[in-house]
């Protein structure tokens, strides 16, 4: 009888050790309206998503934390609940860039947990996104953020490589393998596109809604994956250069920002046809309608830029001493007006010198550009 109680014992055992053991983890999915792409969220000791288009397995066991001064949101999530949403509407851009309306179409699906903290995954046609949103008091340090993706094949790679996080974003591209792309390499800037080889899927990987908070740069990682790396808040800084900083002291978080609001978006353009990269819209999509009440004054245009050749222009036309002065201006305000080019820019021959914005260049009457500019429409 004591064996029969043991076993039975044992057995009760077992069975609340499996029932906590599969509540322990939780899955919840969320499609494109056209059904194509699909997004698989699985709730364990950390939030990992896979992502499918159609049959094809494009990502997958990717997981997502941030990590705040006295807490990892992410870490052993506990879900509260699930709100699903399907959004269909109009964007009108303030200054048209690919097109005057963009049409918004995606399904949500947000994820509330405990910690007064929930993560919005947002499926669209061409592609995801995902950002965590935060409902804390006062004033939060974000240390670091999780940004985690794992290939299920060697997928071709398009990347511009930097040597720092000081960089302008000018660096070449590089054509490597995924698997080539690992811990010791340099660290990527966004956007980065990926060739998966399959079904001629392409993923464009980036990121939207920036305010307050910095960029995020990608680095390789083992076992065919990439991660998110952050620069850290600068604190102290000293002279590099003319038109640079140099960075004395860092702290030892990547944002101090509102304990009350919305991440930036990371967000992945998924597409079968080249021509689909140059007219996605996510950026667009995802970011938050112009604050601004009156937009009437913003007047967009081409303009003739000086930078280009240094202010040196050059020709039989060019019957003046070439240079950051007033005649080479008028030269640009000229040609500008020839061929019906809006505006100019003057990048830096306005000043005395680049250390001093507020001391302006004698070669140069900005006024007396202003009033001849007007004369040539």
Request: proline content about 4%; glycine content about 6%; some cysteine.
């Amino acid at each position: 009888m004591i064996k029969q109680l043991s076993k039975s014992i044992l057995g009760v055992i077992f069975m609340l050790l499996f029932s906590v053991s599969a509540k322990a983890e939780q899955t919840a999915s969320v499609t494109s309206p056209d059904k194509q792409l699909n997004v698989e969220i699985r709730i364990a000791d950390k939030i990992y998503y896979s992502v499918k288009s159609g049959n094809e397995l494009l990502l997958e066991n990717c997981y997502l934390q941030l990590n705040l001064e006295n807490e990892i949101l992410g870490q052993n999530p506990q879900l509260k609940g699930t709100k699903k949403k399907a959004v269909s509407e109009e964007k009108k851009a303030v200054v048209p860039f690919k097109s005057s309306v963009t049409k918004n179409q995606y399904n949500s699906l947000l994820l509330n947990f405990k910690g007064d903290y929930a993560v919005e995954f947002r499926v669209f046609d061409d592609g995801m996104a995902y950002r965590f949103i935060t409902k804390k008091k006062g004033e939060i340090a974000v240390l670091d953020e999780a940004f985690s993706i794992q290939f299920p094949g060697d997928y071709d790679v398009s990347l511009s490589q930097a040597k720092s996080f000081k960089t302008s974003y000018e660096e070449q591209y590089s054509h490597l393998k995924t698997k080539d792309f690992n811990e010791a390499d340099k660290k990527t800037t966004l956007p980065v596109l990926i060739n998966t080889n399959k079904q001629n899927c392409k993923i464009l990987i980036s990121e939207a809604e920036l305010f307050d908070y910095p960029c995020m740069f990608l680095r390789g990682i083992a076992d065919n994956g990439m991660t998110g790396v952050f620069p850290k808040c600068p604190l102290e800084f000293g002279e590099d250069g003319d038109r640079s900083q140099k960075i004395l002291k860092e702290a030892n978080y990547i944002a101090k920002t509102s304990g009350s609001r919305n991440f930036p978006w990371r967000y992945f353009v998924i597409t079968h046809k080249d021509g689909q990269l140059l007219e996605n819209q996510m950026t667009f999509k995802l970011s938050e309608p112009t604050v601004l009440k009156e937009t009437s004054w913003i007047k967009p245009g081409q303009v003739s830029w000086e930078w280009w050749n240094d202010a040196s222009p050059y020709g039989p036309d060019v019957n003046f001493v070439a240079g950051y002065n007033l005649d080479t201006y008028k030269y640009y305000i000229d040609f500008a007006s020839k061929y019906g080019i809006s505006y100019i820019i003057m990048d830096e021959g306005w000043a005395m010198s680049t250390r001093d914005p507020f001391t302006p260049n004698p070669k140069v009457d900005v006024h007396e550009l202003i009033r001849y500019g007007k004369t040539k429409n």
